[in-house]
């Protein structure tokens, strides 16, 4: 057991950080919150760097709480997803007097979503989804004057109280069959009790297990609360939410599932391959008839979250590592491509709101037209956006949906499997029926002329510099993957498959 606090660097300088900020909230005058902003940005920056730049791991808190490959390349995630949310919200809330609590909550949000990360026992994985929700429960209703934004929060709230319960309940079955809380025990028990695996009482264990990460992952039929909270929310927060704190159920899912319930894994991958053909094929075909760009990438959100879920379904020991490595490497580029696309419809209802204070539904899907002449910056990386989520090379899109297909095609032929065959067919399939909703945005942005009295804006500082910023990740890991694919491997070794 290591205690060099050094490698708890990036989840101490965000407390710290959150502290600062809720104690300069009450000193500063409101005009000047909105340095705070920056000054969060600055500390996130920080967090990224001392993620990249610790090599050592560890554990404290009697193995609670674990540093190593895993771990880090999650909370790169969370911490470049918070970054660009930050960012854009300089000018998204410029002027709030709630400014202070705002950021306070987005940088404890991310706190949550690090301890998930690092979480080697079920008590603090439970504590660290906790201290997430609370926060983002908060934040997706923000926008307390209005009324979709309280309904969204309401909704994420009630959906995941359930989601937490059902999780919480699984636990304390696997607790009372195992007498562990340590994932690293839940192992080892069912390694000298295979018999305890295969018992009603683990299956039901494993079901509310399953049930509690889908609702967090937003897989089918779980996924009720996603369109909704998304839309509602506030964009910035939507993007926080769609593209960073939806991945502390797969790194969940990733340690427990994959390790925990070990013994189970048959089960397991028989499941996930079921929830992940309704939940890509379900997302892509609802999102078609969505106007609102907001709710479209919701459901695209949703149909992602599938094609990630396919790492769950090799079994054999070298294809799920690179199953797995896949299922982490389009994870985060899926972070920047959907963190970026709802920043890029920010600028659009910024753009709207300046034209006519009084606009209502800012993310129609009219609002785009012409919006390569209004705003070629944010219409070019919306472009570069949505091909990356088709999977269209080069992009991160594509590098993870490759190393993913690619993975569950070996492991058909080495099983003469037809059925894992037949869903890397419908994964692919589901990613060419997702070219149309893109294709049509990308049409209404460059073939349609914008409307009457719509002219070209300057794109506000704060929102390029987070587009920016996202687009050159999803280029950079589809142009040079190499780095991007040996962190996440390295991270896929970690769980011992």
């Known amino acids: 057991m290591s205690y060099d606090f050094i490698l708890l660097l990036p989840e101490l300088l965000l407390i710290?950080?959150?502290?600062?900020?809720?104690?300069?909230?009450?000193?500063?005058?409101?005009?000047?919150?909105?340095?705070?902003?920056?000054?969060?940005?600055?500390?996130?920056?920080?967090?990224?760097?001392?993620?990249?730049?610790?090599k050592g791991e560890g554990s404290f808190f009697y193995d609670a709480f674990v540093v190593d490959p895993l771990s880090q390349i999650f909370k790169l995630i969370f911490a470049v997803v918070s970054l660009l949310a930050v960012i854009a919200s300089i000018t998204y809330f410029?002027?709030?007097?709630?400014?202070?609590?705002?950021?306070?909550?987005?940088?404890?949000?991310?706190?949550?979503?690090?301890?998930?990360?690092?979480?080697?026992?079920?008590?603090a994985l439970f504590v660290g989804f906790e201290l997430a929700s609370m926060a983002t429960y908060v934040l997706a209703g923000f926008e307390k004057r209005n009324p979709a934004s309280l309904e969204a929060a309401l909704k994420y709230f009630v959906i995941g109280s359930l989601s937490s319960a059902l999780m919480l309940f699984g636990m304390s079955l696997v607790y009372g069959i195992t007498g562990y809380t340590s994932i690293p025990g839940i192992i080892e028990f069912f390694v000298t009790n295979p018999q305890?695996?295969?018992?009603?009482?683990?299956?039901?264990?494993?079901?509310f297990l399953l049930a509690g990460f889908a609702f967090k992952m937003a897989l089918v039929p779980f996924h009720m609360w996603a369109p909704d909270t998304y839309e509602g929310s506030p964009t910035v927060v939507s993007a926080l939410l769609?593209?960073?704190?939806k991945k502390m159920g797969f790194v969940a899912a990733f340690k427990v599932l994959v390790l925990a319930l070990v013994a189970m894994r048959a089960d397991v991958q028989l499941a996930f391959a079921v929830l992940a053909v309704v939940t890509m094929t379900y997302g892509n075909i609802v999102a078609i008839s969505q106007r609102s760009i907001k709710r479209m990438l919701a459901y695209s959100s949703i149909a992602q979250a599938g094609y990630i879920s396919l790492a769950f379904v090799a079994i054999t020991p070298e294809i799920s590592q690179m199953a797995i490595g896949g299922g982490i490497l389009l994870a985060l580029g899926h972070a920047l491509m959907k963190g970026g696309a709802f920043i890029a419809v920010a600028v659009v209802g910024y753009m709207v709101l300046s034209d006519n204070r009084n606009a209502k539904n800012t993310d129609d899907l009219e609002h785009f037209a012409g919006l390569g002449k209004r705003a070629p910056i944010t219409a070019f990386?919306?472009?570069?956006?949505?091909?990356?989520?088709?999977?269209?090379?080069?992009?991160a899109g594509f590098i993870g949906k490759f190393v993913i297909f690619y993975s569950i095609t070996v492991e058909a032929v080495i099983q003469a499997s037809g059925w894992l065959l037949f869903i890397v067919i419908v994964a692919i399939l589901n990613s060419a029926l997702s070219i149309y909703y893109y294709a049509r945005v990308i049409r209404y942005m460059y073939v349609l002329p914008p409307g009457e009295g719509r002219g070209r804006i300057k794109e506000p500082t704060p929102y390029v510099v987070a587009i920016v910023l996202a687009l050159i990740g999803t280029i950079g890991i589809g142009v040079y993957p190499e780095p991007f694919v040996q962190m996440a491997m390295d991270a896929a070794k970690v769980l011992g498959v």
Not at 102 to 113: I, Q, R
Not at 242 to 245: M, R
Not at 381 to 395: H, R, W, Y
Request: no cysteine.
């Open 242 to 245: 769609a593209a960073g704190s």
């Open 94 to 123: 410029k002027g709030n007097r709630n400014q202070d609590e705002y950021y306070a909550l987005l940088l404890l949000a991310t706190v949550g979503m690090m301890v998930v990360a690092s979480a080697n026992d079920l008590v």
């Open 16 to 54: 710290s950080l959150a502290l600062v900020i809720v104690l300069l909230g009450l000193l500063v005058s409101d005009r000047s919150k909105n340095l705070l902003g920056y000054l969060s940005a600055g500390g996130l920056l920080a967090s990224i760097v001392f993620i990249l730049a610790i």
């Open 381 to 395: 990386a919306m472009l570069v956006f949505l091909l990356a989520l088709a999977g269209i090379p080069p992009s």
């Open 196 to 207: 305890a695996a295969t018992g009603a009482l683990n299956i039901v264990a494993m079901l």
